[in-house]
């Protein structure tokens, strides 16, 4: 059995290999992409895998992106953190999903299921994704969060949020203002709550907000460095090396709609 997996989360991928390895031993893992590009790339210069694993969101967007740039003729799992909303656009349209963190009895039902079975018309899961696709995109976005300051409770709308991220296995709000709370959810879960027309994930320990940028400086060879509203300014916020291109297209494409 040839497997892809489509993961941009290092530990994610490795402990999926790890699960997939322990249950079928005849497995073989094609390659590991973190992308939408490295995708649809890999895709369209290989032969068809027996079966893949993808993470829907991904560094440079959704991973339903891959099934609109090139012809995905082979079953796929989804693995997601969304909440309840998106879910239910996955049940609608009956599509296969696992919730991270991935539980190893639900793996290898949804990997049975399909190996007993025989794999749906190609357009009609297109026509599915599609569907789902459209649904999570209209979801409501969080437009306010409640924290919790001492023994009091605030709220705090997500217009006057300046970037989340995390530090020592914790998750922290920086408003405008430069004033710092703790949070009760991981960025993963923040991410998919946020509209993604505002917000977006620079790296593994920032989602910043586009309103915050007050300035971006190149840094390195291929880096960007950004200087956001209410941060201390020694902190260096860097934009990680993968996701510089997808980041530039999200500004224009921002740009664009303001226009």
Not at 198 to 203: C, Q, W
Request: aromatic share 10%; charged share 25%.
């Amino acid at each position: 059995m040839r497997i892809l997996i489509v993961e941009d989360e290092h530990l994610a991928a490795q402990r999926l290999r790890k699960m997939v390895g322990e249950l079928y031993p005849q497995a073989v893992f094609c390659m590991v992409c973190d992308s939408i590009e490295q995708t649809v790339e890999w895709i369209n210069s290989h032969q068809p895998v027996d079966f893949a694993f993808f993470d829907i969101q991904l560094g440079d967007g959704l991973s339903f992106e891959v099934f609109e740039q090139c012809e995905v003729n082979f079953p796929v799992i989804f693995t997601t953190a969304y909440d309840q909303y998106a879910i239910k656009a996955f049940k609608v349209n009956s599509l296969d999903y696992l919730l991270k963190p991935l539980n190893k009895q639900e793996l290898k039902d949804a990997v049975d299921k399909y190996l007993n079975s025989q794999l749906q018309d190609i357009k009609t899961i297109q026509l599915a994704i599609s569907q789902a696709n459209t649904s999570i995109q209209q979801q409501h976005y969080k437009t306010r969060y409640l924290i919790k300051v001492g023994e009091h409770l605030r709220m705090l709308n997500t217009s006057d949020i300046s970037c989340f991220y995390s530090e020592s296995k914790a998750t922290y709000v920086c408003n405008m203002q430069g004033a710092n709370y703790a949070m009760d959810q991981s960025l993963e879960q923040l991410e998919l709550q946020l509209n993604p027309a505002k917000f977006y994930r620079i790296s593994r320990k920032y989602l910043i907000n586009i309103e915050a940028i007050n300035d971006i400086v190149s840094f390195g060879t291929s880096r960007l460095k950004l200087k956001l509203a209410g941060t201390n300014t020694t902190e260096e916020i860097i934009v990680s090396r993968e996701r510089v291109k997808a980041f530039k297209a999200w500004l224009e494409e921002e740009s664009q709609l303001n226009n």
